[in-house]
RNA sequence: GCUCCCUUCGUCUAUCGGUUAGGACACCAGAUUUUCAAUUUGGUAAGACGGGUUCGACUCCCGUAGGGAGCGCCA
């Protein structure tokens, strides 16, 4: 990992995110976080976290806590303690307070019924809404007693107000169609462009990247930086994440939380590689590692539109993944994984139709089918843990060729845990016809007197079998399949028969011979 | 409505004036196979539209259309 910084003599670069814990981390929000991160990781710089926690009214602790969670689980770490915005209010009231006895701010007192009629009468006009307050001139001594006022920023009424932004390039906004923004509410309480500044500013934040959809902030928050005398950091809006029909991404979609992604089976690994690659690019390079995304992270290499969300994408992706993890490292993956799904009513609800089907879910509906009396990730993972992570353990490396996702794995090691006599499922009950049972009668003698039992044994044994009746290997190997998993599809049988063991392998043959 | 932004295969993208417009996912067909995958071979598929500039435009400029974001005493 490279901890060199960019070069000898610019200044540490200071990146951060700043969510507001009003719900848990989205998976836009999730993706601005890692492009803060690998750039600060990619210069040496720092990456710092802030919570913007000034609407008291919507923000939780637990989405605190959650968003944090989210983070660590992304693996995106943070330098130094995150820092609560709302505790820093007295530092927002005395800058408030500096720009107002410079006169780069005024008092108004224009009261939120007044500026509705504004607002109203603009739109019946069909005129842009921007508030020209009388108080920006008028003679403080002419205030109404009884009204709190506001404090706006006094800002320039002409000329205009440039964003070098390095994702959209110079963004230019006329300063008439910018009206005196409120840093200060009558309450008191800053607002979020001031506070934003005030907060960048002291912790030396030198490069914000965060959302397009920020972008029409930043031609306030400059003038707020101007008003203050302060060096503007460097600006990068990068383009937002959206649903698989170019819609902003909802519930709709399947799903918007972080937290949803880990239930859904999706490692940290390839949701880092695959949300890189939304807006982002380094030539042809699809997989690449966590360290290669630092080395190669670029500001200049973010691409200016819009990008879909694809969960296609993200399963191949993540199907590499699996395969390339440790089995005893995919397990503790596979933990985390089912410990945060729910139940299946839990997951049906805001789901839409048409959205792919989420894994988790589909999950859900085999346990069903298997083990009715397993009703959530919770239980089912209760239920491995009593099978013990050495089978399961076991069962991996077989499986992990064939799922895309922690949820598929799960369903394939779902085998181990289904109960005698085995409930075949249409299918595997239609292989076992007369033939099939006479096969496996003959088949039991032959795997009582298997003196190895392993893969390699016990294929050699029926591939011997199947020569000697004249049969074709899938004519054997079906059967074994359903009657040993109750299943036409499964891993390779004499993996299943040397994972489940003699004793338990033989009796699920005999319950079906 | 006003302001700003965006537009290459279905999707993510490469291309930084000269390419048979490349890769990945998805899709289709073949190989392999005890099932499903994985693997492997091949294939379908794109510069929104209209004008310029230029010897030459996907690349630069203008317009049109479509999409997005923002317009709060929310963040």
């Not at 008191?188 to 960048?200: I, Q, W």
Request: proline share 5%; charged share 25%.
């Amino acid at each position: 990992m490279s901890d060199k910084p960019h070069s000898k003599s610019a200044p540490a670069i200071v990146t951060r995110f700043a969510p507001s814990p009003t719900g848990t981390l989205h998976i836009g929000g999730a993706r601005t976080a890692l492009f803060n991160w690998l750039y600060a990781r990619h210069t040496g710089g720092k990456f710092l976290l802030r919570i913007e926690d000034t609407d008291r009214e919507r923000s939780k602790d637990e989405h605190v806590t959650a968003i944090l969670a989210s983070l660590k689980w992304l693996g995106l770490d943070w330098d130094g303690e995150p820092l609560f915005q709302f505790a820093r209010a007295d530092r927002h009231r005395a800058v408030a307070a500096q720009l107002l006895a410079a006169g780069s701010a005024y008092k108004c007192y224009l009261t939120p019924d007044e500026l509705a009629a504004m607002r109203a009468k603009a739109e019946a006009e069909k005129r842009p809404y921007v508030v020209e307050s009388p108080w920006r001139d008028a003679d403080p001594a002419t205030a109404p007693a009884h009204v709190k006022p506001t404090v706006r920023l006094r800002t320039a009424r002409t000329g205009e107000t440039v964003t070098n932004d390095q994702v959209q390039g110079r963004v230019v906004v006329p300063n008439k169609d910018l009206d005196d923004m409120i840093i200060l509410r009558s309450d008191g309480a800053p607002t979020y462009n001031f506070a934003v500044v005030v907060d960048d500013h002291d912790m030396g934040v030198t490069n914000v990247i965060r959302g397009v959809d920020h972008l029409t902030n930043t031609a306030r928050q400059t003038q707020v930086y101007n008003a203050l005398g302060w060096e503007l950091p460097a600006f990068a809006h990068i383009p937002l994440v959206h649903g698989g029909d170019g819609a902003k991404l909802s519930k709709r979609h399947g799903a918007q939380g972080t937290d949803e992604y880990r239930s859904m089976g999706y490692l940290p690994a390839a949701l880092r590689n695959y949300l890189a690659r939304l807006g982002w690019s380094h030539g042809d390079d699809e997989i690449f590692s966590t360290e290669q995304a630092i080395a190669w992270f670029d500001i200049v290499d973010v691409g200016k539109s819009a990008a879909r969300f694809d969960f296609a994408k993200l399963s191949d992706l993540n199907g590499n993944y699996i395969r390339q993890t440790s089995d005893a490292e995919l397990l503790e993956h596979l933990r985390a994984c089912l410990a945060g799904v729910g139940s299946a009513a839990d997951l049906t609800i805001a789901v839409d139709l048409k959205s792919p089907a989420r894994p988790d879910l589909k999950l859900l509906k085999e346990v069903a089918t298997v083990r009715p009396d397993l009703v959530s990730g919770v239980a089912l993972l209760a239920a491995f843990d009593a099978v013990g992570a050495t089978k399961l353990v076991a069962a991996l490396p077989s499986l992990k060729e064939r799922a895309r996702t922690l949820p598929e794995l799960a369903a394939g090691l779902l085998y181990l845990i289904a109960q005698r006599p085995l409930k075949l499922d249409d299918k595997a009950a239609k292989l076992i016809d007369a033939d099939a049972k006479q096969a496996l009668a003959g088949l039991i003698a032959r795997f009582e007197a298997a003196e190895m039992w392993d893969a390699s044994a016990l294929e050699a044994i029926v591939r011997e079998f199947a020569e000697t009746q004249g049969l074709k290997l899938g004519r054997v190997a079906q059967p074994l399949r359903a009657a040993l998993t109750g299943r036409t599809v499964s891993p390779p049988v004499f993996d299943v028969m040397a994972v489940l063991g003699r004793e338990e392998a033989l009796a699920r043959l005999k319950d079906q011979a």
